[in-house]
């Protein structure tokens, strides 16, 4: 029957995890979300994950019981920044901490990591390497996609198996660390984000009037007239567009890209109608 102290019953430190348990649960954390519920959120998934380490930390059953019972509890954190809790969390169960501490500890490490998390990937990562990217397919190049999936996956399984080795090392420590400097971080990896959207716009917005109002020789473009009071003016006024519906209107990307379809379309039409071309 299974004790309801929050100690374990053998207290004895559990030896070291070795690398290849360790690197096979960075593995089992990219299955986090499978098992995804509104009532516990990743719980089923971060069980999963940290399983063969609580097996052999806890030969004992009835603490392994305990441990998987607690670990079963509500978790929800950044999926591709997991590696960092499961390594904090492996530590304190090695040292056969009582159950209270891993779960306060649980809960206080998976929740900096959402906006950490976002910081890193959704707005910095991403459009960096999508707007290079999406460039080169619409170039014609098959590089693109095959590039962009590269590095995405390359960087975020990078940070797992790193993540996961130097939280397991650092211990309840590493919680310091991460917080200490954790606001700071995410508004300057946000800030490179927003700069480096704000520069893509600018190199690869596409949008352009084909206007030309005859003049003898000499037609009246009127998209030079546009660039000579401020470049790429089209694909600002668009992006502070798209943002202003995001944010202050409350649309979601989907209806806003079907708005961007009805641009086109529209402006593709007026161009043949009316003998000028608008396109993006």
């Known amino acids: 029957m299974e004790s309801n102290s929050t100690l374990y019953n053998d207290l004895t430190p559990a030896k070291k995890l070795d690398k290849k348990t360790l690197n096979k649960m960075v593995w ?9 519920n509104y009532e516990r959120m990743q719980a089923a998934g971060w069980l999963y994950g940290i399983l063969p380490g609580l ?17 079963l509890e509500f ?3 950044h999926p591709f920044l997991v590696t960092f809790v499961m390594g904090i969390i ?10 209270n501490t891993i779960r306060a500890v649980r809960v206080a490490a998976m929740g900096p990591l959402g906006g950490i998390g976002d910081a890193i990937f959704w707005f910095t990562l991403v459009p960096i390497t999508a707007g290079i990217t ?21 960087v975020q399984f990078g940070v797992r198996y790193w993540l996961m080795h ?25 800030l490179l984000g927003v700069f480096v959207v704000g520069a893509l716009t600018s190199n690869y917005g596409a949008t352009k009037l084909a206007i ?17 009071v401020l470049p790429q003016m089209l694909p600002l006024a668009l992006t502070l567009m798209l943002f202003f519906l995001l944010k ?6 989907v209806t806003c890209i079907a708005l961007l379809l009805v641009i086109g379309i529209v402006g593709a039409f007026i161009g043949q109608v009316c003998g000028f071309q608008m396109w993006a």
């Open 248 to 253: 202050k209107k409350g649309w979601k990307p």
């Open 166 to 190: 130097w939280s397991y090392n650092l211990g309840s420590k590493a919680i310091d660390v991460l917080t200490k400097n954790a606001k700071e971080f995410t508004g300057a990896a946000s």
């Open 212 to 228: 030309e109002i005859p003049n003898g020789d000499a037609p009246i473009i009127i998209q030079n007239i546009l660039d000579g």
């Open 75 to 77: 978790f929800n954190t």
């Open 55 to 71: 097996k052999e930390i806890h030969t004992n059953k009835e603490d392994l019981s305990k441990s998987m019972k607690h670990n």
């Open 90 to 99: 492996l530590s304190l169960e090695e040292q056969k901490a009582d159950t």
């Open 28 to 36: 089992r954390s990219l299955f986090l979300q499978a098992s995804f």
């Open 134 to 154: 999406a460039n080169m397919a619409i170039g014609g190049s098959l590089a693109g996609p095959i590039l962009f999936l590269l590095i995405f996956n390359a």
